[in-house]
Nanobody
Framework: QVQLVESGGGLVQAGGSLRLSCAAS????????MAWFRQAPGKERDVVAV????????YYVDSVKGRFTISRDNAKKAVYLQMDSLKPEDTAVYYC????????????????WGQGTQVTVSS
């Protein structure tokens, strides 16, 4: 069955960096776009970044452009989120998600989710 397992969260000071990883299994990895979402306390889960199946096309929400980088290694069946210049407002649980599509389609269907990893940025 499809499984997504995140790792790499933690506590970091503002201005610092973290790298999140998501290991996928149970399907043909490069057939599907992947994304990182986040959910802060009391808020909805929102998309942060998306990458297509081939790894060439990406999307970022405006608030993370220039600070976060999404990438994938299809040979390792993994997707990453490099987060630099972190801000306290980046504090959230971060989730890896699989798209039902190959291409970047932010409004599309997300059919599998990881369990989430906590990122806390202190001021």
């Amino acid at each position: 069955q499809v499984q997504l397992v995140e790792s790499g969260g933690g506590l970091v000071q503002a201005g610092g960096s973290l790298r999140l990883s998501c290991a996928a299994s149970g399907y043909t990895f490069d057939n599907k776009a992947m994304a990182w979402f986040r959910q802060a306390p009391g808020k909805e889960r929102d998309v942060v970044a998306v990458i297509n199946g081939g790894g060439k096309n990406t999307y970022y929400v405006d608030s993370v452009k220039g600070r976060f980088t999404i990438s994938r290694d299809n040979a390792k069946k993994a997707v990453y989120l490099q987060m630099d210049s972190l801000k306290p407002e980046d504090t959230a649980v971060y989730y890896c998600a699989r798209s039902a599509h190959y291409d970047v389609y932010v409004a599309g269907r997300w059919d599998y989710w990881g369990q989430g990893t906590q990122v806390t940025v202190s001021s």
